[in-house]
Every structure is written in structure tokens, then in C-alpha cells.
């Protein structure tokens, strides 16, 4: 867990920037360009760091790889430079992160809450992993759920108005039907009822917006996707105030979900063309959902770059970028699927997303196999769904190969 601090050289700088240089500079003790790989799990100890470990501040100093280590401390001061937060801790997984998120959280009672509030508030539009976790983890364990539709503010309402709610848990941008959270006005009503608010960033990155200069209390990211980039690395990160940070830290350090040094490594350097990655990113998406708007085989198309997509308005309010995500839905429905596949010859049916390669996949089938009908209605996800990650290639080859999978598949 590192702090990124107003007095760095680099304040102020863009996030194209920041991804550059933020969280290590050369100087005497390292004259390398890019940060080391530190692989050692246990490091020596001096009166400097016995000072450091009795006045709290033990996550600043190397102890034990457990706890944490010079690799994935540059990786974090990146990262919490990019969030614009005072910290950042990285794990292992998304999910670890998004654990060790809903713990942290779960442990903490504000004052403005009644005594025993202990519910989870959660969008119905939600990964279907983190779905899983709640259910398995929390409700398995005791803990209340309740879910709200994450465009009705009215519905986040009267779930908070229920008293019991100390945690609210939503995607920036949800997976897979791409709403876009009204973040500042979710945290207006979190902040009213004492609730924490945490918010998975994966599919907006602090690229195209800074979850907590929007109102979340936590911000994690599934780091496996656009942040590493390349689909070669599995990670996940949680960033937020200093207060919030160390909680999460000493839940990483008692759950075992460091990073490992080599994944480090490879997230940090993914992170430096993260900037570059998310503009193509965006401009292939926004050139390939026009044409499946536009084709005869698309029942609906999900994407907030589109005018007619619910979530537009709130997406160029509260995004830089629409994301590199697209939803559609075919209008011969489910049986089509098969033959859309089949006839890609570009694209690779793969879950996962942000990747640098373009990557299809099926959220019934997939990331979102245990949602029932009456749920995967709930979260508008139609017949005939398919989700398209959009890679870095050139978006004519892109468009091309889409164009030639779904002739003929008209409903």
C-alpha cells in the first residue's frame, strides 16, 4: 500500500502522463528506466523500519512478500497516481480484491447508521462472478443482500430506506449491458444513510473516470482486463483513502492474496499504454456498435457512445471515453449464436475483456451461466446476447469480420 502525494513532481500531470511516470523515477539506489523485479520474500530489518513498524506505518516498509514488496509498491503508487487516491493495494485476483473490499466495509459501522447495519446493497446489473461472491461469501455467512436497479435512483431509495444497508456495492459501467451509474447522485444517498459505496471501475478505468473524485469510498478493479491489457497477467486492485486503504491492506496480509513480483511487473507495464489502449479501445467500439445499430440481424444494440442507448447522457456527463465494450443482441435470439460464431474468423470466442485482441463471449453461457431467467431479465440481458470486447486492430478489419459472421442471420 503507497500513497501518491501532492508534493510529487509529477501533481497535475495527465493520466497519459501518469501512466508514463508515476510510482518510480530513476535515482541513486536504482538508475534502471523501468523499476526491477524484486523476487525476494523476506527482507532485512533496521532500526529505520523496527520505527516505522512500532508508529503503524509497517505497509511503507519491505517486511515479508506476504505483506507486500518494492515491486508492487511501485505498481500501487502508479495506481493510486492514476485513481487520484492516497492509496492503492493490489491482490491477486479481482475477485480477492473485491473481497477484501466488501470485508473492509463490512467491518467499519458509521456513525449516521444505526447499530447492526450490516446489509448489502448491490446492483442487479452486476458481473456474474461478483454475484457469486456475494451470495457464497456474504449471504452464505449471514449477511443480508439486497439488490437495486443501478439506473433507478428511486430504487436505490427505497433499498436504503430499509435502515439496515451499511454497504452499497455497483459497476461504473455494468457487465454486461453497459449502464452507466450515476455515481455522484448514488453517493449523495450512500453518504445520507452512513452507507460505504464501492464501486468496480473495471470497465471505465481511471482513464475515462476517477470513480472517487465521483463520490466511491473504494474503488477495485478486476486489474486482469484493461489495466494489465495484454490478457497475460491476473490481478486486481482497491484504492481509496488512507484509512480505507490500510483496512484493505490488513485484510490482504491475512488472507494471502498479494500480487505475486512477476505479475507486478507485467501489470505496471501494461499500465504505461493504458492511455493509448483505451482511446483505440473506444474508437473501435464506437465505429462497430454504429454498424451492428445499423445491421438487419441486431435486434438492440448495448453501448453508451450511442444516442439511444438509456445510459448516454450519464456517460457523456460522467466519461471521457464510451469504453471499449459492445453488447447486441441478435434478433433470431439464442439458436442463432452458434453460426455467429462460427463464422468469426478475427474475433476469438474467449471470455475475459481488454485484452489487445478483439474477444467475444457469451454472458448466458459465460460470466452470467447461474443467473436464472427471471434475473437475467431484471438485468436486460435478451435473447440472443453477445459481448464483444473490442481490441486495439484496425476497426475496418474488425467491422469486416462481424459483417461477414452475421450475413444471413437475419431474424
Given at each position: 500500500?503507497?500513497?501518491?502525494?501532492?508534493?510529487?513532481?509529477?501533481?497535475?500531470?495527465?493520466?497519459?502522463?501518469?501512466?508514463?511516470?508515476?510510482?518510480?523515477?530513476?535515482?541513486?539506489?536504482?538508475?534502471?528506466?523501468?523499476?526491477?523485479?524484486?523476487?525476494?520474500?523476506?527482507?532485512?530489518?533496521?532500526?529505520?523500519?523496527?520505527?516505522?513498524?512500532?508508529?503503524?506505518?509497517?505497509?511503507?516498509?519491505?517486511?515479508?512478500?506476504?505483506?507486500?514488496?518494492?515491486?508492487?509498491?511501485?505498481?500501487?503508487?502508479?495506481?493510486?497516481?492514476?485513481?487520484?487516491?492516497?492509496?492503492?493495494?493490489?491482490?491477486?485476483?479481482?475477485?480477492?480484491?473485491?473481497?477484501?473490499?466488501?470485508?473492509?466495509?463490512?467491518?467499519?459501522?458509521?456513525?449516521?447508521?444505526?447499530?447492526?447495519?450490516?446489509?448489502?446493497?448491490?446492483?442487479?446489473?452486476?458481473?456474474?462472478?461478483?454475484?457469486?461472491?456475494?451470495?457464497?461469501?456474504?449471504?452464505?455467512?449471514?449477511?443480508?443482500?439486497?439488490?437495486?436497479?443501478?439506473?433507478?435512483?428511486?430504487?436505490?431509495?427505497?433499498?436504503?430506506?430499509?435502515?439496515?444497508?451499511?454497504?452499497?456495492?455497483?459497476?461504473?459501467?455494468?457487465?454486461?449491458?453497459?449502464?452507466?451509474?450515476?455515481?455522484?447522485?448514488?453517493?449523495?444517498?450512500?453518504?445520507?444513510?452512513?452507507?460505504?459505496?464501492?464501486?468496480?471501475?473495471?470497465?471505465?478505468?481511471?482513464?475515462?473516470?476517477?470513480?472517487?473524485?465521483?463520490?466511491?469510498?473504494?474503488?477495485?478493479?478486476?486489474?486482469?482486463?484493461?489495466?494489465?491489457?495484454?490478457?497475460?497477467?491476473?490481478?486486481?486492485?482497491?484504492?481509496?483513502?488512507?484509512?480505507?486503504?490500510?483496512?484493505?491492506?490488513?485484510?490482504?496480509?491475512?488472507?494471502?492474496?498479494?500480487?505475486?513480483?512477476?505479475?507486478?511487473?507485467?501489470?505496471?507495464?501494461?499500465?504505461?499504454?493504458?492511455?493509448?489502449?483505451?482511446?483505440?479501445?473506444?474508437?473501435?467500439?464506437?465505429?462497430?456498435?454504429?454498424?451492428?445499430?445499423?445491421?438487419?440481424?441486431?435486434?438492440?444494440?448495448?453501448?453508451?457512445?450511442?444516442?439511444?442507448?438509456?445510459?448516454?447522457?450519464?456517460?457523456?456527463?460522467?466519461?471521457?471515453?464510451?469504453?471499449?465494450?459492445?453488447?447486441?443482441?441478435?434478433?433470431?435470439?439464442?439458436?442463432?449464436?452458434?453460426?455467429?460464431?462460427?463464422?468469426?474468423?478475427?474475433?476469438?470466442?474467449?471470455?475475459?475483456?481488454?485484452?489487445?485482441?478483439?474477444?467475444?463471449?457469451l454472458p448466458t453461457v459465460m460470466s452470467h451461466a447461474k443467473l436464472s431467467e427471471?434475473?437475467?431479465?431484471?438485468?436486460?440481458?435478451?435473447?440472443?446476447?453477445?459481448?464483444?470486447?473490442?481490441?486495439?486492430?484496425?476497426?475496418?478489419?474488425?467491422?469486416?469480420?462481424?459483417?461477414?459472421?452475421?450475413?444471413?442471420?437475419?431474424?
Amino acid at each position: 500500500m503507497n500513497s501518491a502525494h501532492e508534493s510529487d513532481p509529477l501533481h497535475g500531470c495527465s493520466p497519459a502522463t501518469l501512466c508514463v511516470h508515476a510510482g518510480y523515477r530513476p535515482g541513486p539506489a536504482s538508475e534502471g528506466v523501468v523499476a526491477g523485479i524484486e523476487r525476494s520474500t523476506t527482507f532485512q530489518q533496521n532500526p529505520a523500519s523496527y520505527a516505522a513498524i512500532r508508529a503503524g506505518r509497517g505497509p511503507e516498509v519491505p517486511i515479508y512478500a506476504r505483506y507486500g514488496h518494492p515491486t508492487g509498491a511501485v505498481l500501487e503508487r502508479r495506481i493510486a497516481a492514476l485513481e487520484g487516491t492516497p492509496g492503492s493495494v493490489a491482490f491477486s485476483s479481482g475477485s480477492a480484491a473485491l473481497h477484501a473490499a466488501l470485508r473492509a466495509a463490512l467491518s467499519v459501522t458509521r456513525p449516521v447508521t444505526r447499530p447492526g447495519a450490516g446489509a448489502v446493497a448491490h446492483a442487479r446489473q452486476l458481473y456474474g462472478g461478483s454475484l457469486d461472491l456475494l451470495q457464497q461469501s456474504l449471504a452464505g455467512q449471514g449477511t443480508t443482500l439486497r439488490a437495486f436497479d443501478v439506473g433507478d435512483l428511486d430504487d436505490l431509495e427505497r433499498v436504503l430506506a430499509a435502515g439496515d444497508v451499511g454497504v452499497v456495492l455497483c459497476e461504473s459501467v455494468s457487465n454486461p449491458t453497459l449502464v452507466v451509474a450515476d455515481l455522484p447522485a448514488i453517493a449523495e444517498r450512500c453518504r445520507a444513510q452512513g452507507a460505504t459505496l464501492i464501486v468496480d471501475a473495471t470497465f471505465s478505468t481511471p482513464i475515462a473516470q476517477r470513480a472517487a473524485a465521483q463520490g466511491a469510498d473504494l474503488v477495485m478493479h478486476s486489474a486482469t482486463k484493461y489495466l494489465g491489457g495484454h490478457s497475460d497477467v491476473t490481478a486486481g486492485v482497491v484504492s481509496g483513502n488512507a484509512e480505507w486503504t490500510a483496512r484493505v491492506w490488513e485484510l490482504r496480509k491475512l488472507y494471502g492474496g498479494c500480487l505475486d513480483p512477476q505479475a507486478a511487473f507485467l501489470l505496471d507495464r501494461g499500465l504505461k499504454t493504458l492511455a493509448l489502449r483505451m482511446r483505440a479501445h473506444a474508437e473501435g467500439a464506437t465505429r462497430l456498435a454504429a454498424f451492428l445499430e445499423s445491421h438487419a440481424a441486431v435486434e438492440r444494440v448495448h453501448y453508451p457512445g450511442l444516442q439511444g442507448h438509456p445510459s448516454h447522457d450519464t456517460a457523456s456527463r460522467l466519461l471521457s471515453l464510451p469504453g471499449g465494450v459492445v453488447a447486441f443482441e441478435l434478433g433470431a435470439g439464442d439458436e442463432a449464436l452458434p453460426r455467429f460464431l462460427a463464422r468469426l474468423r478475427l474475433a476469438l470466442d474467449a471470455p475475459s475483456l481488454g485484452g489487445v485482441e478483439t474477444l467475444v463471449s457469451l454472458p448466458t453461457v459465460m460470466s452470467h451461466a447461474k443467473l436464472s431467467e427471471a434475473q437475467r431479465r431484471e438485468a436486460d440481458m435478451g435473447p440472443g446476447l453477445v459481448r464483444v470486447s473490442v481490441g486495439i486492430e484496425d476497426p475496418d478489419d474488425v467491422i469486416a469480420d462481424f459483417e461477414r459472421a452475421l450475413a444471413g442471420l437475419s431474424g
